[in-house]
C-alpha cells in the first residue's frame, strides 16, 4: 500500500515520558518529507505523461518507418521490375533488329544474285549479239568480195 503526502502529515506518533521526540521537530521533519514525496509525485506523473507521449510518438515514428520500409522495399521491386521489363523489350528490340536485319540481308543478297544473273545475261546477249555481228560482216564482206571481186574479175 502506497503512503500519501497527507498519510505522511496526519501520521501520529506515541510519545514516551523518557525517550519523547521534540514534537516541533518531528512535525517539521514529517512536514518536509510530505512535501517532497509531494513533488516527487507531481514529477513522477509529469514524467508519466511524457513518456506516454513520447511512446506514442515513437509509435508514429515506427509506424511511418515501417510504411517509408514497405515504400522503399515496393520501390526496389518495381525498379527491378521496370529494369527487367526494360531489359527484355531492348532484348525483344534487338531480336526483331536483328531478324529485320538478316532479311534486308536476304533481300539484298537476292537482289545481288539477281543483279549477277542479269550481268551474265547481258555479258551473254553482248557476245551474241558482237558474234552475230561479227558474222554479219562477215557475210557482207563475202558478199561484197564476191560481188566486187566478180565485177573486177569480169571486165578483164
Known amino acids: 500500500m502506497r503512503i500519501s503526502p497527507m498519510d505522511i502529515?496526519?501520521?501520529?506518533?506515541?510519545?514516551?515520558?523518557?525517550?519523547?521526540?521534540?514534537?516541533?521537530?518531528?512535525?517539521?521533519?514529517l512536514e518536509q518529507v510530505a512535501l517532497d514525496?509531494?513533488?516527487?509525485?507531481?514529477?513522477n506523473a509529469l514524467l508519466?505523461?511524457?513518456l506516454a507521449a513520447l511512446e506514442e510518438r515513437s509509435h508514429g515514428i515506427e509506424d511511418r518507418e515501417k510504411m517509408l520500409q514497405d515504400t522503399l522495399v515496393t520501390t526496389q521491386r518495381l525498379s527491378e521490375e521496370m529494369k527487367d521489363n526494360a531489359r527484355r523489350e531492348a532484348n525483344l528490340l534487338i531480336r526483331e533488329a536483328e531478324l529485320q536485319g538478316d532479311k534486308l540481308l536476304e533481300e539484298?543478297?537476292?537482289?545481288?544474285?539477281?543483279?549477277?544473273?542479269?550481268?551474265?545475261?547481258?555479258?551473254?546477249?553482248r557476245r551474241q549479239l558482237a558474234e552475230g555481228l561479227r558474222l554479219t560482216l562477215d557475210m557482207y564482206q563475202r558478199l561484197v568480195a564476191e560481188e566486187f571481186g566478180d565485177a573486177a574479175a569480169g571486165p578483164h
Open 9 to 29: 502529515r496526519q501520521q501520529q506518533f506515541t510519545i514516551r515520558v523518557l525517550r519523547g521526540f521534540d514534537r516541533q521537530e518531528v512535525d517539521t521533519f
Open 37 to 43: 514525496y509531494e513533488q516527487l509525485i507531481k514529477e
Open 108 to 125: 539484298v543478297r537476292a537482289e545481288e544474285a539477281k543483279l549477277k544473273a542479269e550481268i551474265l545475261a547481258l555479258k551473254r546477249t
Open 48 to 50: 508519466k505523461e511524457q
